[in-house]
């Protein structure tokens, strides 16, 4: 796939519309490469040993955190805490999200939400604040 290399790294991506947003002042586009990619699930196949659970995962991918969170196997890898970035989402329609709608439908909690990101935690491990 390209990816998309920016004057500010954070803003790097492989999303096309993210990237043509992005590249407008103060920011600039410097470059595009192609990239192997692999499925997240494939990832942590290779590396993640058998006995590691994820108690803490974020995926951060200007754009492209959908792609990647329908590329993860979350009955083998189910990290108890995600930090997913939501661009552009607000409280007001965090139920409209559809990052946020797949993870609840594999059985994730909203919980928190800061700027760009939401957090999630698994239902497996869930524990009420009350509790």
């Known amino acids: ?10 803003l790097n991506t492989f999303s096309p519309e993210e990237a043509s947003l992005k590249n407008k002042p103060p920011y600039r586009l410097i470059g595009t490469a192609e990239v ?10 290779q590396h993640l040993p058998c006995d ?3 108690d803490f995962m974020t995926i951060d991918a200007e754009g492209f955190e959908w792609e ?14 995600l930090l997913v970035e939501t661009l552009r ?10 990052t946020t709608s797949y993870l609840v439908s594999q059985g994730y909690v909203p ?9 999630l935690c698994s239902i497996r491990t869930w524990v009420h604040p009350e509790c």
Do not use: G, H
Not at 1 to 10: G, I, N, R
């Open 52 to 54: 590691q659970t994820i």
């Open 111 to 119: 919980f928190c939400k800061v700027y760009n990101s939401s957090f």
């Open 36 to 45: 192997q990619i692999k499925r997240l699930s494939a990832l942590l196949d």
């Open 1 to 10: 796939m390209t990816y998309y290399q920016f004057d500010e790294p954070a």
């Open 89 to 98: 989402q607000n409280l007001l329609s965090f139920d409209q999200c559809r």
């Open 68 to 81: 990647i969170l329908l590329s993860n196997n979350w009955e083998k890898y189910r990290p108890k805490i």
